[in-house]
């Protein structure tokens, strides 16, 4: 099949994906067993209040037809409104996804070179001291909860030091400077929970195709590690931990919810929480859908970089 | 024979052994040999630790050691309900897809494609802002969001394995369905699966702490390891390490499962069953 019809086709089913997701989201907090009106009100409600929130989610039309209203409303900008303030749930939103974005982002250029630069250097050294230490290390901070690497941070540079701020608040008068001093302590959290796994895929990727019988071959004919690493392994990966890198990113977009907790550093990830907290559906979800699709979008993203670049999975198996 | 085959396994692993029994006898016998109460207050705010309180008390002076034994009982076993649960969900239908192929097969892993394009955090964060946050509920979204992983693994580990020329002896014999998921497939798959339910085991409880820390987890008055960092996290700006604490408890174990799955993972790869 040729290049452009294999990548046309992996969109296409990326759409699909986001299609089936948004129903997903859609049915998560409508078709569930009860009343939606009452499980947000919980027993003790009025039935003036059930009749209320019916109304206001008009919950009486059918399923579909109100998933279709939704549907169109979403891809036209028109979220609804919240059942807590009654604001525009586009209003709400606005701000907070440049912040979230703004702190993946960041996060993002720190973790994905630190990451694949270690793990490369770990699958030179394997078994090695240099692997031995950096194994173990993110050994230690994948089985960390993000809370705990952001509280530390927060307790030793903060705290303790006194370097940078506790509370992540931005305000619109802040300079840059400030701005990437209240942005470090969520971005290095972010960073490091990443990178863990990240660094980990990349060294298990690498040390992967180092069992190949061209590997061998190489080793054979006399090359050195560094250059069967760089020479022949790497091509042959780079697919992979591209897939890896985009993965991250993907994982970065959802670390943020607990990152934003930490830090109290008002994004999506806590508009979010608190949304859930309050039981407010239509902004559940709003939030709901453009977390999954900015995760979805990257997933299909690392695969048509994938068959770009490695120029077998372009045949079909 | 146990010292043989510990001697067997590497450090990283006997380490992850010993502090996994540490772990199960601190927080089952633990909370019975406290001379507190969960929720009984004995102190001040945030006391430091002493002779009376080794960890010192919590935001309205419960002692914190007793807490974190009840509190990461309590983490433990949702955990290992939700990895049951997941396995039980997961390993039925994976195994039953391969082995049945077909149409079953497809349906049944086109669900858990659609499933895993999911974020699991926000599509859990989805599902509690409709049905609340009991505990039957959170074990149960956990089970299912888990399954998703142990159905891939079931299903591939026992489609490679119906490939290799012992099963197929097996069916020319003309042996049934039980006979191939209990004497040839699960005997075989048993490592991998044995490493995943470690690794769903950690990420269940990491994930339900996560919840709680974010407050839509267990509910007070019940301690568990993430609600209680949530609970104390003011503490933290008070140069107090109180929040740290439940939070070090939980990477402790996280830690420990990780090394014994990292080795028994390493030691089945090279056996190499290809």
Known sequence: MPLTGLVFKRLLSGLATLLIVSAMVFAGTELLPGDVAEAILGQQATPQAVAAIRAELDLDRPALARYWDWLSGCLTGDLGRSLANGREVTDLIAGRLGRSFLLAGLAALIAIPLAVGLGLIAALYEDRLTDKGISATTLALVSMPEFLVGYLLLYVFAVKLGWLPALSRLTDTMSVLDTLRALALPCITLALVVSAHTMRLTRAAVLSVMTQPYIEMAELKGATRRRIIFRHALPNVLSTVLNIVLLTLAYLVVGVVVVEAVFNYSGMGKLMVDAVAKRDVPLVQACGLIFASVYVTLNVSADILAILANPRRRRPK | ?274
């Open chain 2, 1 to 274: 024979m146990i010292r043989g085959w510990l001697s067997e396994v590497d450090l990283g692993a006997r380490i992850g052994i010993v502090v996994l029994v540490l772990f199960a006898v601190l927080t089952l016998v633990g909370p019975a040999l406290s001379p507190y109460g969960e929720t009984q207050v004995i102190g001040g705010a945030w006391d430091a630790p002493s002779a009376a309180n080794w960890l010192g008390t919590d935001r309205i002076g419960r002692d914190m050691a007793t807490r974190i034994l009840f509190g990461a009982r309590m983490t433990a076993m949702l955990a290992l309900a939700a990895a049951l649960g997941a396995f039980l969900i997961g390993c039925t239908l994976g195994i039953a897809a391969a082995v049945a192929g077909g149409w079953i097969d497809l349906v049944a892993t086109r669900i858990v494609d659609a499933v895993m394009a999911f974020p699991s955090l926000i599509l859990a964060l989805i599902v509690l802002s409709v049905l609340g946050t009991s505990i039957p509920v959170l074990v149960a979204v956990m089970a299912v969001l888990a399954s998703t992983v142990v159905f891939r693994l079931a299903r591939a580990v026992a489609a490679d394995i119906n490939a290799m020329e012992y099963v197929e002896i097996a069916r020319l014999r003309g042996e049934g369905m039980g006979w191939f998921l209990f004497r040839e497939i699960l005997p075989n798959a048993a490592p991998t699966l044995i490493a995943e339910f470690g690794l769903r085991f950690v990420n269940a409880a990491i994930f339900i702490s996560s919840l709680s820390f974010l407050g839509l987890g267990i509910q007070p008055p019940f301690a568990d390891l993430g609600g209680m960092v949530r609970d104390n996290a003011m503490a933290i700006t008070f140069g107090r390490i109180a929040p740290l604490l439940p939070a070090i408890a939980l990477a402790i174990l996280a830690i420990a499962v990780n090394l014994v799955v990292d080795a028994v993972l390493k030691r089945n790869a090279n056996l190499d069953l290809r």
